[in-house]
C-alpha cells in the first residue's frame, strides 16, 4: 500500500488549544495555509493555498487535484503526527468526510512504544537527525494566530503572507520540516507493526471523538452565572470581616490571619485550611476561612471549559486522547477532562440539577448549602442524552481488584468475585480473621479493609495508605484516642504528643500493610516474579510467566508482552543498584509529575500496577469494540465505564451487561462483572 505522509498549516480565531480541533475548525475564517506531503518517503512537496483569484478562491494546480484525490482514495494510507488534526482539518477545508480507516496515526504509533506524544519531544527521545524546527512557535503566533491591532500594524487582526514575505518563507519551510520529521520517526520505528486490533480501536476511537457528547448549554450557562454571583458574595463578605482590599490575595489573607490569631500562618492550602479551622475559636477565623475553601473550588471551571469547547451544534468533540498514557495505553482526558471528574453525594441530584436548570439560586443555597460544591457534584449532568435517546452507561465492577488477583492466581480473592463480590468486607475478613458476615458497611473493620485494597496491591506502605486518605477515613482513630489516654495518664516514654502521635501512625498503618501482604501471599509473590523477569530481560534473558506474558528486549526496548498481544514498552533500561542492597531497572519515560522527559526507575509493584492497569484498559477496549459491533453508539468512555447514546427503542441494560461480561479470548477465567443503568444525564448510579 502506497503511503502519503501529511502535515498542514491552518488558521482560525479560535483558540485550538483551550477549544479544540472540533470547534478550530467551525468559524468561517479557517482555512489551511500549507500543505506538504510525501508519497513514499519521496520529495517533500509543498502547497501554498493562500494564492487567491481575482473571484476570491484558492488557485490549485494540477498536482494538487491528484493529490486531493489520493485523500479520497482508500487504496492510499494517509499518515500524520496526530492525525487527528489533518483529518479533522482537510475534512473541513475539502468539505468531505475522511475516514479515519485510511489514516495512520504516528504518535499513536510511537505512543505504544513508550515515546513522548509530542512530535518535538518524540524526536528528541529518539535522537533522530531530522528534528522539529524550533522557530515555529513565533511563526504559528505570527501567521495562525489572530493579531492585536495596533498603529504599527495598521489596525489589522490577522497576519498575511504579504506583510512578511521572509517569515512565511520560513513557515514553508518550517511546514515541510514536519514532514521530514515525521517521515524519519516513522522509518526509525518501522520495525513495530500496529495489532490489528489497535488499529481497529483507534477507528472506533476517531468515530468516539468525531460524534461527541451533547451538553446542556442553559443549564452550563446558570451554573457559571451562579458561581459567579456567589463569588461576588462571598468575597464581599471577607472585605467585610477583615477590612482587606483583595481578601483573595494569600499574601494579605495570610498575614490578616496571622494577626488574628497571634500564630505565623503560612499557608493557605487545601490540607493547611482544616488544620486552622481546628486551631481556632474566633468566629471571624472561621467564617473567613469557610469562605476561602468555598472560593477555591476549582472543579467549578469545568463549566467555562464545556462553553469554552462546545461546538455549533451543542456537543463537544475531542474529549478522549487515545494512548494518552503511554504507559498503559490508557485513555486521558482533554479540554475538559472527564477522567478527573468530582464525585456525586448530592442528596436529591434531581431537584439540584432542575433548580440549577430553572435558574433558582436562592432555593439552591438554602436547600444546598455551599453553592460551589453544589455546582462541582453537578458537573456530570451537563451531559445529557440527545433528543428521543437515553444514556446507557455500563460500569465494570472492581475491574483492577479482580485483573491482579486473576493474574497473581490468588484463589480466595478469584472465588468472592465468583460469588457475592464484596472484596473490601472479604479482605478484612481475611487480614483479620474475622467471619466475613460480622463485617457490616458501617464497620471499621470494612474501613481497613477498603483502604488496604486501594492502597497496597502495588507493593505501597504506610505512605500510599495516607495518600490514599487512610487518615481522613479514620482508620487510626480509636489508637490514636487510646494513646491520647495514655499520653495524658503519663504511661508513656513519649514528652510530646505529636511524638507519640507520630509513632503511633506509623505503627498502625505498618500492622495493616503487614497483615494485608499476609493475606495476599500470591500478589506479594507476583511483584518478585514480575520484578525478576523484567530484571533478567535487560540483562538479555528473555523469560514468560503466567497468562503468557513475556519479558524481553527489542530494539533497545523493555517489552511486556501482555496476555492481548499488545505491549508494553520501557526505552533504553538499564540496572542501577538500589537502597535494599538489590538493582533497579531505570528507563527513559514521562515523568508523571514533573510532565518532563527523563531517566526514572521501577520495581516490582510498580510493573504490576502498569502491567494490571494495562489489562484492565484492554478489558475495556474489548468491551468498546464488541458494542460498537452490536449497534451500540458510544459517545464517552471514563476509566473503566462506557456511556452511550440510545434512542429510547434500542438496547438494554441487559443486553449491556451481557456484552461487557462476554469472556475474552485471552482473559480465560478472569471474573468480570458489569452493572448498567439507563439516564438522561450523565451521572453515578
Not at 333 to 353: F, S, T
Not at 621 to 631: F, H, Q, S, V
Request: aromatic share 8%.
Amino acid at each position: 500500500m502506497q503511503t502519503l505522509a501529511i502535515d498542514i498549516e491552518t488558521y482560525s480565531s479560535t483558540d485550538l488549544i483551550k477549544s479544540g480541533v472540533y470547534k478550530y475548525v467551525e468559524p468561517e475564517d479557517f482555512t489551511v495555509l500549507l500543505f506538504a506531503c510525501s508519497l513514499d518517503n519521496g520529495p517533500i512537496e509543498l502547497f501554498d493555498l493562500t494564492n487567491l483569484g481575482p473571484e476570491g478562491k484558492v488557485i490549485v494546480d494540477s498536482r494538487f487535484k491528484e493529490i486531493q484525490m489520493m485523500l479520497l482514495d482508500p487504496a492510499i494510507l494517509k499518515t500524520a503526527y496526530n492525525a487527528n488534526f489533518e483529518r479533522t482539518c482537510l475534512s473541513e477545508y475539502l468539505h468531505v468526510k475522511l475516514p479515519p480507516e485510511q489514516w495512520e496515526c504516528t504518535m499513536a504509533k510511537a505512543s505504544m512504544l513508550g515515546l513522548p506524544l509530542s512530535l518535538d519531544a518524540a524526536a528528541k527521545a529518539l535522537k533522530i537527525s531530522e528534528q522539529k524546527d524550533s522557530a515555529g512557535k513565533a511563526l504559528i503566533r505570527y501567521f495562525s494566530l489572530p493579531c492585536k491591532p495596533t498603529k504599527t500594524n495598521g489596525g489589522r487582526t490577522r497576519n498575511l503572507p504579504g506583510h512578511d514575505m521572509e517569515k512565511w518563507e520560513q513557515f514553508k519551510e518550517y511546514c515541510v520540516q514536519d514532514v521530514r520529521t515525521e517521515q524519519a520517526i516513522r522509518n526509525k520505528i518501522q520495525f513495530f507493526n500496529i495489532p490489528v486490533v489497535e488499529r481497529k480501536l483507534w477507528w472506533l476511537d476517531q468515530k468516539v471523538n468525531d460524534t461527541g457528547i451533547l451538553l446542556d448549554p442553559e443549564f452550563i450557562r446558570n451554573a457559571i452565572r451562579f458561581d459567579i454571583n456567589n463569588r461576588e458574595k462571598l468575597n464581599t463578605e471577607a472585605i467585610e470581616l477583615t477590612g482587606l482590599n483583595n481578601p483573595n490575595s494569600a499574601t494579605q489573607l495570610k498575614a490578616w490571619l496571622s494577626e488574628e490569631t497571634d500564630e505565623q500562618v503560612t499557608s493557605l492550602t487545601k490540607e493547611a485550611i482544616p488544620v486552622l479551622l481546628e486551631k481556632t475559636d474566633c468566629k471571624n477565623v472561621t467564617r473567613v476561612l469557610q469562605i476561602r475553601q468555598e472560593m477555591s473550588k476549582t472543579s467549578v471551571k469545568k463549566y467555562q471549559a464545556m462553553m469554552t469547547g462546545i461546538c455549533r451544534d451543542n456537543r463537544v468533540r475531542g474529549l478522549l486522547q487515545y494512548y494518552g498514557a503511554n504507559r498503559t495505553g490508557r485513555w486521558a482526558g482533554r479540554l475538559i477532562q472527564v477522567q478527573n471528574l468530582p464525585r456525586i453525594e448530592l442528596k436529591d441530584l434531581d431537584l439540584a440539577r432542575q433548580l440549577v436548570r430553572t435558574g433558582d439560586a436562592e432555593i439552591l443555597e438554602i436547600l444546598f448549602g455551599n453553592v460551589p460544591d453544589t455546582l462541582s457534584q453537578l458537573i456530570r449532568t451537563s451531559f445529557i442524552a440527545s433528543p428521543g435517546h437515553r444514556f446507557i452507561i455500563a460500569d465494570f465492577s472492581a475491574i483492577e481488584a479482580r485483573v491482579i488477583a486473576w493474574l497473581a492466581g490468588e484463589k480466595w480473592r478469584i472465588d468472592v468475585f465468583n460469588t457475592h463480590g464484596k472484596i473490601y468486607e472479604a479482605s478484612a475478613s481475611q487480614m483479620f480473621k474475622v467471619p466475613i458476615e460480622q463485617i457490616t458497611k458501617s464497620s471499621p473493620l470494612r474501613q481497613k479493609g477498603k483502604i488496604s485494597e486501594l492502597a497496597l496491591g502495588y507493593q505501597g506502605g504506610p505512605n500510599a495508605l495516607i495518600t490514599m486518605g487512610a487518615l481522613k477515613m479514620g482508620v487510626v482513630d480509636q489508637a490514636l484516642r487510646e494513646a491520647k489516654i495514655r499520653f495524658n495518664n503519663n504511661e508513656t516514654v513519649y514528652e510530646t504528643w505529636s511524638e507519640l502521635e507520630a509513632h503511633v501512625i506509623e505503627s498502625e498503618l505498618e500492622k495493616l500493610v503487614k497483615m494485608w501482604r499476609n493475606a495476599n501471599k500470591a500478589i506479594v509473590k507476583y511483584w518478585e516474579t514480575v520484578e525478576e523477569a523484567a530484571i533478567n530481560a535487560v540483562n538479555g534473558e528473555p523469560s514468560t510467566i503466567g497468562h503468557g506474558i513475556r519479558f524481553f528486549m527489542d530494539k533497545g526496548i523493555l517489552c511486556i508482552m501482555l496476555p492481548s498481544g499488545r505491549m508494553l514498552c520501557y526505552l533504553r533500561p538499564t540496572l542501577k543498584p538500589n537502597r535494599f542492597g538489590g538493582e533497579s531497572i531505570v528507563y527513559e519515560g514521562m515523568n508523571q509529575t514533573t510532565k518532563q522527559w527523563g531517566r526514572m526507575d521501577t520495581y516490582g509493584g510498580k510493573l504490576v500496577e502498569n502491567i494490571v492497569q494495562a489489562v484492565a484498559r484492554d478489558c475495556l477496549a474489548d468491551a468498546m469494540l464488541r458494542m460498537d459491533d452490536a449497534g451500540y453508539n458510544i459517545c464517552m468512555h471514563v476509566h473503566d465505564e462506557i456511556v452511550c447514546d440510545e434512542p429510547n427503542e434500542h438496547g438494554s441494560t441487559e443486553e449491556v451487561n451481557k456484552i461487557m461480561c462476554q469472556p475474552i479470548t485471552w482473559a480465560k477465567g478472569l471474573p468480570l462483572h458489569a452493572e448498567s443503568y439507563e439516564s438522561s444525564y450523565y451521572r453515578k448510579d
